[in-house]
């Protein structure tokens, strides 16, 4: 088929096996997903209430997100806000990213590749504002490739790039900056360009100047951690992991070795001409990702998996910059088709499964819940079956997207949030029950109205014994206790 056919196709199938998993699913296995539905929430509270505890901080550089999952909230309503702005970030991803090699003029089968690196730890995790970032650093990989009539209108384009930039992900903004530099320092060598290009970055230097002390008087702050040294992150199974690090047993590592194999393909038959067949900016963009990866921390201000982020980054560029292989065309095709059926395949089974058995009894439990209670949450599972990583931690945020009230802990507490408490919680409960749930006490039970808890039906059947949580669902790996009130003596 023609060219343009060929990646017009392919981003549809692409584009459609994306969606698959996130249509399927009513809670899809992303950490973080219920807390940033929840700040749509509270962003409404603080709007329409001016006894509201929580305030808008219009100047955060992790905002701009927010216009997608408000909008989805406002289309779709808050149970499907989550879901489906996220499903919009991976379309708008996976389209961009064709768009960009179609431009670039890159093999159409290696983008179609490339599009299966948006589904790992970054997604999994609930990175929404990097992974709306990545989306953004996309467009600014067009933008420089734009052609411009006038001066003005350039300075003005990237002076627009820049705010949207920043907004989306602070770290995608300097990225951006880097990159910028590197390109018209190194591979263009045209100074004045640069300089015309840059300055419109300079007030929002400023701008981040002013605002990011505020996070260290809201208390986000922490250690920066090596947990692993740049020879340990060579190994393949830490590469698989970075690269993907979703779902548990083999068929990531298996798909991590596929590419693997497809970059060897590319090179091995034309060592001597290599370079001049592939996309150099590309491959020297993938390079540095790369390289960013091995030497990060692992944890940096309270990020995590800082530096295992950059790792899809590097395969997708290096993947666009690689010359086509030399296999007959029909034989690739069939190959890269089978793959990515494959791969969106068992995605959308393990997503089944986890929602199934993992939460199964959350539903219920959202539906008794009344409107605007405290509650706190306990998720005494701590892995997944199928999942890497903790995705419980938050699940019991979405009783805050489905019916409002507060929580025991909420991204209203993080310092660069959109919208916090306006005076930092004085919490009468311990903190960090999201993440140790075995250190809750008895009198932390009493300052909520509600409490949601996970586990077996051993631990279930305790509560129930216990006494100080009444059950108000029957069953399930989630259930709803009602906080008994303890009687005046």
């Not at 940096?300 to 980054?313: D, E, G, K, L, S």
């Not at 949450?377 to 199928?386: I, K, Q």
């Amino acid at each position: 088929m023609k060219r343009p056919r060929e990646r017009f196709v392919l981003a549809a199938l692409c584009c459609g096996l994306a969606a698959l998993p996130f249509l399927l699913v009513k809670f899809p296995p992303i950490t973080d997903l219920p807390q940033h539905a929840a700040q749509v929430r509270l962003f409404g509270e603080a709007v329409s209430g001016p006894d509201s505890p929580y305030r808008i901080q219009w100047m955060t550089p992790y905002s701009l997100v927010y216009t997608v999952l408000g909008a989805s909230w406002l289309v779709f309503g808050p149970e499907n806000a989550g879901r489906l702005g996220m499903l919009i970030i991976a379309l708008l991803w996976t389209a961009l990213l064709h768009i960009l090699a179609a431009r670039l003029k890159r093999p159409p089968l290696a983008v179609a590749l490339a599009s299966i690196l948006f589904f790992g730890h970054i997604l999994y995790w609930g990175f929404y504002q990097f992974a709306f970032g990545w989306l953004v650093f996309l467009g600014f990989l067009l933008l420089l490739r734009a052609e411009f009539r006038s001066r003005w209108k350039e300075a003005l384009a990237f002076f627009g790039a820049w705010v949207i930039l920043y907004f989306a992900h602070i770290f995608w903004f300097l990225v951006a900056v880097g990159w910028l530099g590197v390109t018209h320092l190194f591979i263009q060598r045209d100074v004045r360009k640069l300089l015309l290009r840059a300055a419109g970055a300079i007030p929002l230097f400023c701008l981040a100047a002013a605002w990011y002390p505020n996070l260290a008087t809201y208390g986000f702050k922490s250690e920066t951690l090596w947990f692993t040294v740049p020879f340990e992150r060579l190994l393949p199974t830490w590469l698989a992991e970075a690269s993907f690090g979703g779902l548990k047993g083999a068929p990531e590592p298996v798909f991590f070795g596929l590419i693997v194999v497809w970059i060897l393909l590319a090179w091995l038959p034309r060592r001597k001409g290599f370079i001049s067949q592939s996309d150099r900016s590309l491959l020297l963009l993938g390079a540095l990702f790369f390289i960013a990866a091995l030497v990060l921390p692992d944890k940096h201000t309270n990020t995590i998996q800082f530096c295992q982020r950059w790792v899809p980054p590097a395969l997708v560029f290096l993947l666009l910059g690689l010359p086509e292989i030399k296999v007959r065309k029909s034989i690739l095709t069939a190959a890269v088709v089978a793959l990515l059926l494959a791969f969106f395949s068992l995605t959308t089974a393990n997503w089944i499964a986890f929602e199934r058995n993992d939460l199964s009894g959350l539903s219920r439990s959202l539906r008794t819940l009344p409107g605007n209670q405290r509650l706190i949450g306990l998720s005494f599972m701590r892995e997944s079956a199928v999942v890497r990583g903790r995705p419980f931690i938050q699940v019991f945020a979405y009783a805050q997207v489905y019916r409002g009230g507060e929580l025991n802990f909420s991204f209203a507490d993080f310092g660069p949030s959109l919208v916090i408490y306006k005076r930092p919680r004085r919490l009468a409960w311990t903190s960090g029950l999201e993440w140790f749930p075995e250190r809750a006490k008895k009198s932390d039970l009493l300052s909520f109205d509600y409490a949601l808890v996970s586990g077996d039906e051993k631990l279930h059947a305790g509560i129930a014994q216990e006494g100080a949580l009444i059950p108000q669902t029957p069953s399930g790996r989630w259930r709803l206790y009602k906080v008994r009130v303890p009687t005046p003596e």
